[in-house]
């Protein structure tokens, strides 16, 4: 019977698995529902902004600043 969080190896039981975890989430979650609940109208009134803020996001991140690659291809067309 070999558990990896038993205190037998002297380690401390991790965090998620922990009782104040479980706490955390459930309350958290039940302040995501009540934000959702009562500001629905000014969350859903945010979303063009958010999408409008996610393309340059994602550009930087997905083409990941244009470093190097694109001179690269420069220099091989100009000789």
Excluded: K
């Excluded at 205190?7 to 401390?12: A, E, L, Q, V």
């Excluded at 500001?39 to 600043?65: E, N, Q, S, T």
């Amino acid at each position: 019977m070999d558990h990896a969080n038993s205190p037998s190896d002297g380690r401390p039981p991790s965090f998620w698995r922990s009782r104040s975890a479980i706490a955390f989430l459930v309350m958290g979650a039940v302040a995501a529902w009540y934000l959702w609940a009562e500001h629905r109208a000014h969350l859903l009134g945010a979303l063009p902004y958010l999408i409008l803020l996610v393309c340059p996001l994602m550009h930087v991140f997905m083409h990941r600043g244009h470093h190097g690659r694109h001179h690269e291809h420069d220099e091989g067309e100009r000789r």
